[in-house]
């Protein structure tokens, strides 16, 4: 008896928690958080815009409880998330502007030594939680430090009118991409066709031409960080599109991100890769016609190709701070209490799903089974791979997907512009250019 | 410790100096010309050498860089994307140019002529130019758009198409359709200084070829014209200049797509400096510009050295 007291039953308790906290079951309260912000500090933080004013109002709401807990004064500014990336790129250079900015991908790995260190909130975050998805950790972290913080992810799914996928023969949506291929084939043949942007369209055009090249088991770089696009699963990748392309709807050549958007809600396009934005301005239209076109829609994840896995990319939006504000610990005081679930989950149901989480521990908020249609969206990160794959992220992988490398060479082939070999080649010479560096 | 008063002389000596420097006409002259000279350093002379100097690194976004030479030069020689822009920059820029005056002037003479609602007509001219930039370059883009378009529309109806125009999904579409937006919004920049041109010809030399039995063209081709010399050398130069430079207009309405097929030096400068994070690079793309620029500068420049032609004569 005297071997069992109340030292061994503590040990006893946590080392049980800890067997269930690995599946996920319970979450590990182990996480200490002493940050204090600095006194009188006042911050300003750059954000992406909104596409859905909810989402905004919310997150302008809890920045202001912020305030009012702490004392810190906060200067909240939006940009549309394109033009973040130039704000970020002349605040690193020069030195000044916002303290703390809500961007893009590997941004932060374009400039890691102007930001700072984060990895206590990370740290914090991810024992309160039980982790982060390997690829936020990825978008976060610089070494063994943490740079940036995963907000999350604009979630991209394949958005689809139910009543012409129907029509079409399908009968559920197809899993994998001999199906999805058939099934746009389908559509084109009866007038309803599918479009995805091939114009430089950096968040859709991206999306979906890394999850194709990655699909078919292409990728820009391997482990070494050395050009591999010129391969033979590369060209598979190109003549799988080429004919997919075919199905399109015309002018998918020049889209923006934007151009999807108009032409699904227009009653124009059965099939195309987007947030849940469409869904939910047209859940909310005034117009009739977008409110039936919402009815009439769905979500899927991107099929899964010869892989065998998921090889989606993401819109991940990523926290970073500069070392030059004045006040380092009331910006990662600011991560931590937007991040914090109980923020970070009211925030979420505001934007109807819009950014999917990257703590698993996030999945439990009931808005992604409030609605089936919201669900694909929840595990956006899961089944995202990092846009370096399968090398870093960095100057490099930026860089590529800056210049359109991945997109021009889908679009080269798929227009009829360059046979595939001659575009994976192209591809190869224009990437090189960036990690020969 | 004590201080040791400076001899009264030589205090007398330097306050006789300095007043007599500011009696000098020449040394105040040059005083009132160092604010100038200083914001021209500053804001011109400056910049131009840093983006001389970044084309000559390896500057990243955020890093220091170092001096790589002309690497960059070298690098961009052996990149088709590159060519493809320095291809796309002449032909917008000549195509644009040259319809931009051919609809200007043609414009400026009809406005210099007795026209009912005259001012409200020259306005509506001006109007292109007024718009900010990027208003027009949606406006554009709009217009253009595969779905939405109002020309493919109106054409539709007319029973002139039976499908969508695309205008920016095909790559020489997409070049003659940001060249014809490029001329919508520079037509009055050409229109309104030529007409101020028009305007200081004397009437009295047009007065004397009628009286001379002068046709429309010959007048034309002997008065207008000549007269107009410098003020269309003028104006070409400048036109050309901000063609060549264009980066609004492109980057709202295609972003240099389709295909890279209407990316300018400038939005491919902006694309591997900004968004491709290579200052360096970007920079070279940048400094690459200049020789063309400097040559539609110095074209300009020795025509207007020749006296005679400034005067309206023949060399």
Redesign the interface.
């Known amino acids: 008896m005297s071997d069992f007291d109340r030292r061994s039953l503590l040990k006893a308790g946590l080392g049980g928690a800890a067997l269930l906290a690995g599946p996920g079951i319970v979450p590990v309260r182990a996480a200490e958080w002493t940050n204090t912000p600095e006194p009188n500090a006042s911050i300003r933080v750059l954000r992406w815009k909104q596409f859905i004013q909810a989402e905004f109002d919310k997150f302008a709401e809890q920045t202001k409880k912020f305030s009012e807990k702490t004392g810190v004064k906060v200067k909240l500014e939006a940009e549309s998330w394109e033009d973040i990336r130039p704000k970020a790129a002349v605040a690193a250079n020069v030195g000044a502007g916002p303290d703390l900015i809500i961007g893009t991908l590997d941004d932060p790995h374009k400039f890691p030594e102007k930001l700072i260190d984060v990895t206590d909130v990370a740290d914090y975050l991810g024992k309160q939680y039980g982790g982060w998805y390997p690829v936020a950790e990825k978008y976060g972290k610089k070494g063994n430090g943490w740079i940036a913080i995963p907000q999350g992810a604009t979630g991209g799914c394949l958005n689809y009118r139910i009543s012409h996928v129907k029509a079409a023969g399908f009968d559920e949506f197809p899993k994998d991409t001999a199906g999805f291929l058939k099934l746009c084939q389908a559509l084109k043949k009866n007038n309803t066709p599918a479009g995805f942007a091939l114009g430089h369209a950096t968040g859709d055009a991206n999306g979906w031409c890394q999850w194709a090249l990655w699909a078919f088991g292409g990728k820009v770089v391997n482990e070494k960080n050395e050009v591999v696009i010129d391969s033979p699963e590369t060209i598979a990748a190109l003549e799988y599109v080429k004919q997919l392309y075919e199905t399109f709807i015309p002018g998918v050549l020049s889209w923006n991100d934007s151009n999807n958007n108009k032409a699904f809600l227009n009653g124009e396009l059965s099939l195309t890769l987007n947030g849940i934005s469409i869904w939910t301005v047209g859940k909310t239209s005034s117009d009739p016609k977008q409110q039936e076109i919402a009815k009439d829609m769905n979500h899927a994840p991107m099929p899964i190709g010869p892989v065998g896995v998921p090889t989606e990319q993401q819109n991940v939006l990523v926290y970073y701070g500069y070392k030059h504000s004045k006040y380092p610990k009331a910006v990662k005081e600011y991560i931590k209490f937007m991040m914090d679930k109980e923020n970070y989950d009211a925030w979420e149901v505001s934007s109807n799903g819009y950014v999917s989480p990257p703590l698993p521990a996030y999945n439990d908020n009931p808005v992604w089974t409030s609605d089936p249609k919201i669900t694909p969206y929840r595990d956006c990160l899961k089944r995202c791979r990092d846009n370096g794959y399968a090398g870093d992220l960095g100057y490099a992988s930026a860089a590529v997907m800056g210049d359109f490398v991945v997109v021009d060479m889908f679009a080269e082939a798929a227009s009829g512009s360059a046979t595939p070999k001659q575009a994976a080649a192209r591809a190869a010479e224009r990437a090189k250019r960036y990690y020969q560096v | 410790m004590a201080v040791i008063a400076e001899p009264v002389a030589a205090q007398l000596k330097r306050a006789s100096l300095w007043t007599r420097a500011f009696e000098s006409r020449n040394f105040l002259g040059a005083m009132f010309m160092v604010p100038a000279i200083a914001i021209l350093i500053l804001f011109l002379a400056y910049p131009l050498a840093l983006g001389f100097w970044l084309g000559m690194t390896?500057t990243?976004?955020?890093?220091a860089g170092r001096y790589i030479g002309f690497q960059n030069f070298v690098?961009l020689s052996k990149?088709?994307?590159f060519w493809l822009s320095v291809f796309n920059t002449i032909f917008y820029t000549v195509f644009a140019s040259i319809v931009k005056f051919a609809i200007g002037l043609y414009l400026a003479l009809l406005l210099n002529e007795r026209l009912p609602f005259k001012s409200m007509i020259r306005a509506i001219v001006l109007l292109p130019f007024v718009v900010p930039t990027v208003l027009s370059a949606i406006a554009f883009w709009w217009i253009?758009?595969?779905?939405?378009s109002i020309i493919s529309w109106v054409l539709i109806k007319a029973g002139l198409i039976t499908?969508?125009i695309?205008?920016?999904?095909?790559?020489w579409n997409?070049r003659w359709s940001v060249v014809a937006a490029n001329i919508w919004r520079g037509v009055p920049f050409v229109a309104i200084t030529l007409l101020a041109g028009l305007q200081t010809i004397s009437p009295s030399l047009y007065e004397a070829a009628n009286l001379d039995g002068a046709t429309n063209m010959q007048r034309f081709r002997h008065i207008t014209l000549p007269m107009l010399s410098p003020i269309i050398a003028v104006v070409m130069t400048f036109s050309v200049l901000m063609t060549f430079t264009d980066f609004q207009l492109i980057y709202t309405i295609?972003?240099?797509?389709?295909?890279?097929a209407t990316h300018l030096m400038a939005t491919l400068s902006f694309?591997?400096a900004?968004?491709?994070?290579?200052?360096g690079e970007g920079a070279a793309i940048s400094n690459a510009m200049i020789p063309f620029l400097v040559a539609a500068i110095l074209l300009s420049f020795f025509g207007l050295q020749r006296s005679r032609w400034q005067q309206g004569g023949r060399d």
């Open positions: 390896d990243k976004i955020g890093g690098s990149d088709s994307v253009y758009d595969s779905q939405f499908r969508y695309d205008f920016l999904g095909d790559p997409a295609t972003r240099g797509g389709p295909i890279n694309q591997r900004i968004t491709g994070g290579n200052l």
